[in-house]
């Protein structure tokens, strides 16, 4: 039986209940005031008899009941039905928008109007949910787009230059080699950034304190030979910043972040600063360098897949446009929060505030 139906009878039944002991409290309480028998008198003639009136009023009092009865059944079914059917009503609602989202229609929203009760929240909730879901199947195209242009670009340069040099055997075979390295290079680093960013969601990792005072240290002193390379000079500081997460999850984090921020920088003497700090309840590290100029429209899609800047186009570090998305995803998988801002002389400074560990113990002297 459907919901409506089990309603609908559950109300009747429980008409047919309260009816029932109405009238067997009436019934009681016309036993203990009327009497079984009663005398009457005729005063004309002198004649007395004796009536039963209790039989009598159970004569009248029974089809009665038995016709009150009937019609609290059919009263209780049919607006047990109706009753039923505008309770029933916002989930029927809900269903119709759950079968249109299975076939694909993410934009749909119920919309539930009235008041903030239990269906209303549900729909809300219902909502909320559709479109966390359209955002991040959008944001699963847009990235399944652009992963499928960054690839097909390096293999469309190793297909012309294999194609040249079968056209022209005469070519400087040595400088094709050197360029299809290149070009195979950037194809291996953008899809290991590709497989990297399509694991981010389904991490799990044991949480413990990380100090990223000792991270931060630890990336830049990997990425030296990158920032000297490049004119750039970085400098480390600050306090002893437990984070709780994961070690390698959170080196990646701050090797992405020094990386981006040598690579987007001044063309000679630039200056990549990582500083740690801990706050009551969090660990908090920044990376800031100097660079060009960012306007505040253009900070929020940095963040992005495949989201490259002038600088990085034209750099011989090319990457491939994923450090900071990789950033963001680490950043989420840690509870923490992202935080981008242009600086006002030029460059970018990022933030990354994550949840406190419990503090080392200090030495005993």
């Not at 990235?143 to 670009?153: C, I, M, V, Y």
């Not at 949480?207 to 490049?230: G, Q, Y």
């Not at 429209?297 to 994923?322: I, K, S």
């Amino acid at each position: 039986m459907s919901v409506r139906l089990r309603l609908a009878l559950s109300y009747a039944g429980f008409l047919m209940v309260a009816g029932t002991l109405l009238l067997v409290a009436v019934w009681v309480f016309l036993l203990r005031y009327v009497p079984d028998r009663a005398v009457l008198i005729n005063r004309d003639d002198g004649l007395t008899g004796v009536f039963p009136v209790r039989s009598a009023l159970l004569d009248v009092f029974a089809p009665r009941a038995a016709a009150v009865l009937a019609f609290l059944l059919v009263f209780g079914l049919v607006g047990g039905w109706i009753l039923a059917g505008r309770m029933l009503a916002p989930l029927t609602r809900i269903t119709d928008a759950t079968r249109t989202a299975t076939n694909g229609s993410l934009s749909h929203r119920i919309r539930l109007p009235g008041r903030n009760d239990e269906f209303r929240e549900l729909a809300d909730a219902f909502d909320t949910m559709l479109a966390r879901i359209e955002a991040h199947v959008c944001e699963q195209q847009r990235f399944a787009a652009n992963a499928s242009h960054e690839l097909r670009t390096p293999l469309a340069v190793s297909k012309s230059l294999l194609d040249l040099a079968r056209a022209d055997p005469d070519q400087d075979t040595g400088r094709i080699i050197d360029r299809l390295h290149t070009v195979n290079t950037r194809a291996i680093e953008a899809t290991e950034a590709l497989l990297l960013l399509s694991r981010a969601h389904q991490w799990s990792f044991t949480r413990e304190p990380v100090d990223l005072s000792l991270v931060a240290e630890e990336a830049a002193e990997t990425l030296l030979p990158l920032a000297e390379k490049r004119g750039v000079t970085i400098e480390t500081g600050g306090d002893i910043a437990p984070a709780l997460g994961s070690q390698p999850l959170l080196l990646q984090l701050v090797t992405n972040l020094v990386q981006n921020a040598i690579v987007h920088n001044l063309p000679d003497r630039g200056t990549v600063r990582v500083t740690t700090a801990v706050g009551p309840v969090s660990a908090v590290l920044t990376v800031e360098n100097t660079g060009d100029v960012l306007t505040p429209h253009q900070v929020p899609t940095l963040t992005e897949p495949f989201q490259r800047g002038t600088e990085r186009l034209r750099a011989d570090h090319a990457g491939v446009g994923l450090g900071l998305a990789i950033v963001k995803t680490i950043t989420g998988a840690h509870d923490g929060t992202l935080t981008l801002t242009p600086r006002p002389g030029g460059g970018l400074r990022v933030t990354v505030d994550l949840p406190a560990g419990r503090r080392p113990h200090p030495p005993c002297r």
